[in-house]
């Protein structure tokens, strides 16, 4: 979760950047942080298939 906190605090600080920053950067570090974001889905979903929560 704290990983989650960190992603979206550094997409905050590229926000407000991304006016300055060329579009191939902000493009670029968007597929960075998309990329990031999903593996880490994956492996939320799978690590939580095998368990039951009681």
């Known amino acids: 979760m704290l990983f989650l906190v960190a992603a979206l ?3 905050g600080v590229m926000l407000g950047t991304v006016a300055h ?3 191939s ?3 670029a ?3 960075v942080i998309a990329v990031w ?3 880490f889905a994956l492996r939320e979903r799978h690590g939580r298939r095998g368990t ?3």
Do not use: M, N, R, Y
């Open 9 to 11: 605090l550094l997409l």
């Open 25 to 27: 950067f902000s493009v």
């Open 37 to 39: 974001l999903g593996i």
């Open 21 to 23: 920053a060329p579009l």
């Open 29 to 31: 570090a968007g597929l």
């Open 52 to 54: 039951s929560v009681h």
